[in-house]
């Protein structure tokens, strides 16, 4: 792995999967996100064995390193059995087409307790998790942070406790800065960082961490509100960034963009300049 974090951005499959790797490239991404299907709907529609191809093709062309993000809709551990097996089953059928898509792995939402903690949803969540995970024979599953807004699931100590108990090589972690702020990390200075780099270490191991999403924040330390913003225009700005990039503890790690954009169309190639900007080789 090497030191400089890669930046790329979620960009949207617009029916035509095989052009995301080259559009991606088009902006300056170095690694690429996806959706493969409605992040807010459950009908799914597999993509066809050409688009498959096509994308394989492009991402090996272009060199961006995929990735998956499942559906938005998902709670694996929901007392509401209808809801966890919807849930499980797009899980699945997401892990099942990550694979055949050659995807490095695929990040999901966790759902959330519904008040009656998280102690409560442990196992059913972590079952679901397994099982979507076994649908899939190489993909990662990449459980992310929450911000901590209402009773959702993911803060740091709550994904340690679920990659403890799935104990599975094929599990890591996504972590979004936008969700890192407002569930109260100080990720602006060094020494939160530092703090941030421990406590994640000793709750989960860095060595779990596989993927970032790069996200300004329009709202302020410990808001617990997920709102996210163009990089250097939020609360966590430009010297923020600055620190984030640099800090040994993601050095190598795909960062991939989830903003609203310049024009309020996504990820773009402004915002990729921002953090480019902002990257510099290690001294050492």
């Not at 913003?229 to 800090?247: P, S």
Request: proline share 4%; glycine share 14%; charged share 20%.
């Amino acid at each position: 792995m090497g030191s400089l974090m890669r930046f790329g951005a979620h960009v949207t499959t617009g029916g035509a999967l095989a052009t995301v790797p080259y559009r991606a490239a088009e902006i300056g991404a170095e690694c690429v996100q996806i959706f493969v299907g409605n992040p807010r709907g459950w009908r799914f529609v597999p993509p066809s064995d050409q688009a498959i191809e096509g994308f394989r093709k492009g991402c090996a062309e272009t060199g961006v390193e995929p990735f998956v993000h499942c559906m938005y809709l998902v709670n694996y551990g929901t007392a509401d059995d209808a809801l966890r097996d919807r849930s499980i089953a797009a899980l699945a059928e997401t892990m099942r087409v990550a694979d055949e898509l050659g995807v490095t792995g695929v990040v999901t939402h966790l759902g959330s307790h519904k008040g009656t903690g998280f102690a409560s949803v442990l196992d059913r969540l972590c079952d679901g998790l397994s099982a979507g995970l076994a649908a899939s024979r190489h993909t990662l599953l990449l459980p992310e942070n929450s911000a901590g807004q209402g009773d959702t699931v993911g803060s740091i100590a709550e994904l340690g406790a679920i990659v403890g108990r799935l104990d599975d090589e094929r599990v890591g972690v996504c972590l979004d800065t936008a969700h890192l702020l407002a569930a109260g990390h100080e990720i602006r200075t060094r020494a939160g960082l530092d703090a941030l780099a421990a406590e994640f270490d000793a709750a989960v191991g860095l060595s779990r961490l596989r993927v970032l999403h790069l996200n300004d924040s329009k709202t302020d330390l410990g808001s617990r509100v997920d709102r996210h913003q163009n990089i250097g225009d939020g609360c966590i700005g430009t010297a923020g960034f600055a620190e984030f990039v640099h800090h040994p503890a993601f050095a190598g790690l795909p960062g991939v963009l989830e903003v609203p954009g310049l024009a309020g169309k996504g990820p773009d190639a402004a915002n990729l300049a921002r953090l480019r900007e902002l990257r510099r080789p290690d001294p050492a």
